[in-house]
């Protein structure tokens, strides 16, 4: 199952970029939903999640204070603004669904993935 995620480019250091999300179909109608990166070949890093319906977020330490989730329940839309972007900030990141409504920090924990989009940001 292909989440379509969007929003990524290329941005100077300090930059925004707001990457956006849409889980597909019922099965993730009320799904909690993640965003992770790809740092190494065998790793995707946590960087943030939200329940459903978006009471609760979690955040990576990394990503804390700068990036903020969010989610359209009407539009079924999840968004990841990233302000204040680093250099290390540089990976392509993918939104991932679970079918619980409780979100987790854990990839293996999520059933559905996008299909990623890359972020890069110059020094």
């Known amino acids: 199952v292909q989440l379509q995620a969007s929003g990524g480019g290329l941005v100077q250091a300090g930059g925004s970029l707001r990457l956006s999300c849409a889980p597909p179909?019922?099965?993730?109608?009320?799904?909690?939903m993640g965003w992770f990166r790809q740092v190494s070949e065998n790793e995707r890093e946590f960087v943030s999640a939200i329940s459903w319906p978006g009471r609760k977020s979690d955040y990576a330490r990394s990503a804390k204070g700068r990036f903020t989730i969010s989610r359209d329940n009407v539009k079924n839309t999840v968004y990841l603004q990233m302000n204040s972007l680093k250099p290390e900030d540089t990976a392509v990141y993918y939104c991932a669904a679970r079918t619980s409504q409780v979100p987790s920090t854990s990839a293996v924990d999520y059933q559905a993935w996008g299909q990623g989009t890359l972020v890069t940001v110059s020094s």
């Open positions: 179909g019922s099965t993730f109608s009320r799904a909690a």
